[in-house]
């Protein structure tokens, strides 16, 4: 198989260069970036912010569901 770059490379014409093919499925950068985001936001530490915000609101009378 042979590629066209879409621009030309800042590389001596001889130089060997590595290419990853990415799959095209729908899903491919969610399942990619899972890892990622699961580190940051399955934070047990950051629980605190949440349950300060709700009790905030329940104090001021506003009522969240998404909470």
């Known amino acids: 198989m042979k ?3 879409l621009e030309k490379p800042d590389v001596a014409d001889d130089r ?3 290419v990853t ?5 729908d899903d491919f950068w969610l399942q990619a970036s899972e890892p990622s ?4 936001w399955d934070n047990s ?4 912010y949440g349950e ?6 329940l104090e001021s009378g ?3 569901e998404h909470i």
Not at 45 to 48: A, G, N
């Open 52 to 57: 300060l915000l709700e009790t905030m609101m």
């Open 37 to 40: 985001l699961d580190a940051i």
């Open 3 to 5: 590629d066209t770059p």
């Open 16 to 18: 060997p260069v590595s």
């Open 45 to 48: 530490e950051d629980d605190i």
């Open 21 to 25: 093919a990415l799959s095209c499925s």
């Open 62 to 64: 506003e009522k969240h």
